[in-house]
């Protein structure tokens, strides 16, 4: 029988990774075809989901002080611990933009699951940044952190979902969390003095790091006191074994909310086309909206064009908006139908 991979990302705000990842399973049994789900992440919201674990509850801060209650997951190997930093330093916590104090917000929340994991008895832990309501340079979780020495043995890895420099980090997506132009200019020379406060400290240059500005800095922040930073996707692919899972299949299909330019650059989607045209695999990616290049249908075609074997659905452009985003699992569901029956017609042909 056909095989299909669906390897999707969250639709944030409207469907998570594995109910997109479900409405592909249910167009693929509707045409005979096996279908294989495994939903991915880059780092962002649902990290925490895609790799499991058991979950343990813990009363933190959350962006503004406030107090939550967020989780973090023990695998089943009983060391590795996986934080999800949107649960306790997230943006949607406060509201999104319109509730958010950026200047104010930081990542203390973030720091105490780390703490909390380290004190349960993990020596590794995965930390998925992304989602952050803060651009605090990772300030408030390393003063929770400290002494700094309760992490003597413990692995440290951050998923990063955008391989920003760190004082990149308030120019690029702090206006996304509420800051006006005066506030990210604050929030840079905050993060610019940071750099030499990391040096100073603990001797290394953040602002020289790949993906230092990831979370509002909480990667580079993380990585002064010895986390390795890493491409979020390339830790969830690695966990569930995706390219063993990819290769061999007849179709790929993966998605997100909005397919952008940084999709491509570290994001999940741009992963896992990237790894199914390394197997030769064709790849479908199912956008619920597009901006930029990607927002131009003129634009995406010629994209598309110089990549055999992708192929690219926007949701908003087949389905008008409203159904796009009130119903975007039934209208991947549909997408996915008519591509597979599109592919069996051919390959009857």
Excluded at 47 to 69: C, E, H, N, Y
Aim: glycine letters at 14%; hydrophobic letters at 50%; charged letters at 20%.
């Amino acid at each position: 029988m056909p095989r299909v991979v669906a390897a999707t990302d969250k639709f944030r705000g409207t469907a998570t990774a594995a109910e997109v990842a479900l409405a592909v399973a249910h167009a693929a049994a509707t045409a005979g075809w096996v279908c294989d789900q495994v939903p991915v992440s880059d780092g962002g919201e649902g990290f925490a989901d895609v790799l499991g674990g058991r979950a343990r509850l813990v009363m933190v801060r959350d962006p503004l002080g406030r107090p939550t209650q967020a989780e973090w997951r023990m695998l089943d190997d009983g060391r590795t611990a996986v934080v999800e930093m949107a649960l306790a330093s997230g943006l949607e916590l406060v509201g999104g933009p319109e509730g958010n104090d950026p200047v104010r917000a930081d990542t203390a929340g973030t720091g105490e699951l780390i703490a909390a994991a380290v004190q349960a008895g993990a020596r590794r832990v995965l930390v998925g940044v992304g989602g952050s309501a803060s651009t605090d340079g990772g300030l408030g979780a390393l003063d929770v952190l400290e002494p700094h020495s309760r992490l003597r043995g413990v692995e440290l890895v951050v998923a990063c979902d955008a391989l920003i420099p760190f004082v990149d980090a308030a120019r690029v997506f702090a206006p996304q969390k509420g800051a006006s132009p005066a506030e990210v200019e604050l929030l840079a020379r905050r993060l610019e003095r940071l750099v030499q406060v990391y040096r100073e400290r603990f001797g290394v240059d953040v602002s020289a790091l790949t993906g230092g500005g990831a979370a509002g800095g909480l990667a580079g922040g993380l990585a002064a006191i010895g986390a390795t930073l890493v491409p979020g996707f390339a830790v969830v692919a690695d966990a569930v074994d995706l390219a063993d899972r990819i290769e061999g299949a007849d179709l790929v299909v993966t998605g997100e909310g909005t397919l952008d330019e940084q999709s491509f650059g570290g994001k999940a989607v741009g992963g896992v086309v990237e790894l199914a045209a390394e197997l030769g695999v064709p790849a479908l990616v199912v956008a619920g909206d597009a901006v930029g290049p990607w927002g131009d249908p003129a634009q995406r075609a010629a994209a598309v064009a110089g990549r055999p074997g992708l192929a690219v659905e926007v949701l908003v452009e087949r389905f008008g908006t409203a159904r796009a985003f009130a119903d975007p699992c039934g209208c991947v569901q549909e997408v996915v139908a008519a591509r597979i029956g599109r592919g069996m017609a051919a390959a009857g042909s």
